[in-house]
Structure formats: structure tokens, C-alpha cells
């Protein structure tokens, strides 16, 4: 399941750290926050390097829609009743100028990344109320932005916003151009974080500052970031002979569909869940009926599903990690709009590292806490966290391993003691133990990607038990075999 980019392009490779060094930036990940933070902070020069536990770009990124915009969903008029007006503005503001900022860097380093200005819509089948609040509230926040009722869409909406001078790219060869003079060591991953020293399994680096854009904090404590996101998940297909689409489209209500063109191939998305919540699957199949209906022509050539982090008040966490560690940073959160929120954290922790204050930062800042949206979403953290412990002591399984049918996965118990298992279409048997290693919570099947995926923080694992994606740091612990 590889993505139109990774099938598209591929970066080059760099080498890993050997040995111990010391710098001023140390950055965790080179997915997009990564790469932008650490280009602005060597153009500052600043002497920044970058660690990255795999490939640049293999996280989240590779499998991005890479819609440039600052139109984030209807969080405009929430943001508003939310926040107050000024911190609105600020949020506006720096997606805004982050739009501006990629249209520079690419015409400053032309950059051959297939970047093309766009409009992007939101739209509903259902009730309009809502987007004719947000287009009134985005004009006020100082966005080129507009109600209508008709699209080019091959479906009938009730209305849409458009936000005018948005864009779009292809993310891989972006990345490529941007990290081409920047240091950066590949297969090395951090362990350990104390104070200014990271642990590698490759050497140890002393850093005078630290940026964690590494998607999700893998560190607990300080920061508590675990009780305060969670991740989302959703599915694409790209495909040729659909239609051709001037603009890029994104549903208001979480079963609709996202849709843009690349070139001659339309990426054509939807099925977002809670990671960790898709034990019947069937995803992809949902998406290949709608756009067989919508485009009885297209063919389908790739499809892949990402995951992105989800903040208590839908604003990413961008700034100071904790006010216990003044020279720790953090650029996450991003809520599925990470192009933008990627930029505007570069802008922001380079100037706050040279020592610049902005004006934008407060609404960014991961030590704020916003009553009204946070105490609910704080409770639900809560008990999904207690939801996916208790699991492992109250909830009998159902299934058995005898009992599984061939290519099916799932949690079964036998002699009281719970096992993650796949059988595969030859009837081979992998089988892991379904805790969790981040903070123990019990693993749920993916069928949709033959995964084991944890409802608590999103941390997903290979039917083997090999760790894919974070916040855990490790693989399963118990496997067949071990
Ligand atoms: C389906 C989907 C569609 C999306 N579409 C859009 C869109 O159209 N527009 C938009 O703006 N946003 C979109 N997003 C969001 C966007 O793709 C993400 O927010 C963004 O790619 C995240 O980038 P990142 O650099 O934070 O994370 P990543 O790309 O995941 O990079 C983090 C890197 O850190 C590395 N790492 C982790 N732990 C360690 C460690 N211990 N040591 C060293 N390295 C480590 C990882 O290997 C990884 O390479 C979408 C998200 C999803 C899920
Ligand atoms: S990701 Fe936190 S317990 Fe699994």
C-alpha cells in the first residue's frame, strides 16, 4: 500500500550518525515540521542538525492529500466563540502567511514540485448554517473567502466555502529540494531525551535546543501530550480516467469525501476513524463503491490510509514543550492540515529560537488550556485511555484462533491470557501480545491494513508486532517465537 507520492518519487538517501557530536538544534524527524523548522533555522545560521529514525519523509507525510490551505475544516467560527477574536486572527494569520511562504520558497529555490494555486472548498449535503457562519467568520479573520451553492462536484451539494489563493503540491519532491543543504542523518532513531543530550542508537548528540517533530512526543512526562491528543486515521485511493478538478474538495461531515487532482489522477479520500476503532474494516471497499458511483470510469491504480494527531481543542500544539524544559520545542497536533500547521511551526520555534517574540504564537502555545473545548475532550481522552485498560480485564473476546478464517486477524483468549492473531491465506499463524508498550493499552485488528492498532494514542504495529507508527518506541513485546 504505497502512496501516489512514494509511487511518483523517491528522495535520496542520506547516511546515519557515527559517533558523538554537538550542535546548536538538534531536530527529531524530518517529516515536513522537521525539514521547514530546521531550513529556517540553518538559513538564520543557526547550525541545526536533523535525526531521523527512518527515511526523510517515510512518517505521516508520504501519505498526506498536500492541500495547502488555511481553510481547516469549519474552525473559523469556533475558533471565534472559542477563543476570542484575537486569537482567531493569529490563527488566521499565520496559515495565511504559510500559504504566502510556500508560494516564496518554491519561486526562491524553484522548486519543480508540481506546486499549483488553488481554491479549496468545504462542502455539505446537510444543514448550511454552519458554513455560512464560517464564510462570514474567515472574511472577518482577513480570508479571501466566499458561500456558494453550485461546485464542479459530480454531486449535488448544499453549499461549500471557498477560500481563494490556496495550493497544492506533491509533498516527496517538495521535501527533497528543502533538505537538500541540510544536515541530516537517517536511520537514527532518538531513545532518550535528558535535558540536552539525545540518546541515539548510533552516538549521543548534545544539543543546546531541542525540536520535537517527530508527529507525536514520544516523551510522557513532562509535556503530558498523551492526555491531550489522540490520532485519526483515513483512506485514499488514487485513480486515472475519473475527472479532472480545478479545485480541491473537502466534506464537512465526517462520511463524505475528500477529492483533488494530482495531474491526470484523482486522489479520492474519505472512512475517517479513530485509530484504533476499525475492527470490521471495509474501508476500502466503502470508497471504491462511492467512486465507482461518482466515476463509473476511473481505475484505480494505488491506495494507502495515514494518520494524523488530534488536539483537545482542534489548534495544534506549536512552541515551548514545557516550562520545565525552556530549550525543549514541539510542533505537533495538526489535526490532518499539517502542510500549513508544518510551516507556520518553522516560523514560529525558529524565530522563538533566535530569541524573536511573535505575535501569532499564544493561540499555538501547547500550555494553553481553553475550558469550553478542552474539558470535554479531556474527559473523552480519559476514558478512552481507561476504556483501553479495562478492556484487557472485562471484555471476553469472541473469537478463537481455531476459529479465525483464513486472511482475518483478531484478539482471542485462550487460558484466560489475550493474544493479538493473523492467519494468513496459507494458514500461517503470526501471533503477538496485544498490549500496547507505550502505556499498556490494549491493541485492536485493522483488517483494513492487516495492523494492530491502539485506540488509546494511536501507536499501530505490524501483525509481527513491529512498531510503525508512534507514539510507542518500540515493538510488541511478547511474539510468537520470542
Ligand atoms: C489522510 C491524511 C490526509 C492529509 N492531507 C493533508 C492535506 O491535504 N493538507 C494538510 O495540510 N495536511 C494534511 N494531512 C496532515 C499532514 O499530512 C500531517 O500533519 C503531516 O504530514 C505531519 O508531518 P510531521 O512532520 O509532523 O510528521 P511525520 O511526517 O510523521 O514526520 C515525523 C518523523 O519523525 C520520525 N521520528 C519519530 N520518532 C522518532 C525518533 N524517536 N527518532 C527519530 N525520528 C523519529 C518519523 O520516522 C517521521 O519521519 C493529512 C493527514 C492525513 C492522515
Ligand atoms: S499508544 Fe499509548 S497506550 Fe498505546
Redo the contacts with the bound molecule.
Sequence with gaps: MVSLWEETYSIAKRGELTGNLSTEVAV???????ILTAYYLTKRGIQTIV????RI?????K???????SQHEDIYHKLIEQFGEEKAKQYAFANEHAIAEYKNLVSELQIDCDFEEKSSYLYTLEDTTLLQEEAISARKLGIDSEYITETELPFQVKGAVKFANQAQFHPLKFLSAVAENLTIYEN???LEVEDNILRTNRGEITAKYIVF???YP?INAPGFYFLRMHQD??Y?LACKNATTLNGMYRSLEKTGYSLRCYKDVLLF?GGSHRTGENSHGGQYSALRSALTQFYPEAKEFTHW????CMTLDGVPYIGQFSSGKPNWYV??G?G???????MVSAQLISSQIAGEEVWYAPVFSPERFTPKSSAKALLDEGMHAIKGLTRRIFQLPKATEEELPLGHGGIIEVEEEKYGVYKNEKGEIFIISPKCPHLGCQLEWNPDELSFDCPCHGSRFTYTGELID?PA?TDVVDKKGD
Design positions: 527529531i524527524g524530518a517529516g515536513i515540521a522537521g535525526v531521523e529514525a527512518n519523509g517515510s512518517g505521516q507525510t501519505g498526506t492529500t498536500a492541500k495547502i490551505t537514527t532513531k532518538v517533530a517527530c508527529h514520544f486515521r483515513s485514499f479520500g490510509s495515514a494518520q494524523d510542533a505537533t495538526f490532518k492540515w499539517g502542510m500549513t500547521s508544518s508512534n518506541q
